[in-house]
């Protein structure tokens, strides 16, 4: 049974950090490209970053290129977002996808509210 659950959101005041993770089960995550997306309040669906099965990390959306990270840690099965210097537009629910196996904005989520 696939499962990837989200975790680390809150209230961050602008420029302050937050890491989120994500834990997955029922895959071992380098056999997928896995990514992070969010989704602002009355907006769609966005693509931030994305790491390849071999490694190869890449951030996508440009707003938060220079401020965000992607990494992994194979063992535990967990992908993490490092977010620095966030700003009140990172406000959103952030999710967590395995191409091939659950893709976009789906699942519980976890919500990041930045705000002073």
């Known amino acids: 049974q696939v499962q990837l659950v989200e975790s680390g959101g809150g209230l961050a005041q602008p420029g302050g950090s937050l890491t989120l993770s994500c834990l997955s089960s029922?895959?071992?995550?380098?056999?997928?490209?896995m990514a992070w997306y969010r989704q602002a309040p009355g907006k769609g669906c966005e693509l931030v970053a994305r790491i390849f099965s071999t490694g190869v990390n890449t951030i996508d959306a440009d707003s938060v290129k220079g401020r965000f990270v992607i990494s992994r840690d194979v063992p535990n099965n967990t992908v993490y977002l490092l977010m620095n210097n966030l700003k009140p537009e990172d406000t959103a629910v952030y999710y967590c996808?395995?191409?091939?196996?659950?893709?976009?904005?789906r699942g519980q989520g976890t919500q990041v509210t930045v705000s002073s």
């Open positions: 029922g895959f071992t995550i380098n056999a997928f490209a």
């Open positions: 996808a395995a191409f091939g196996l659950r893709i976009g904005c």
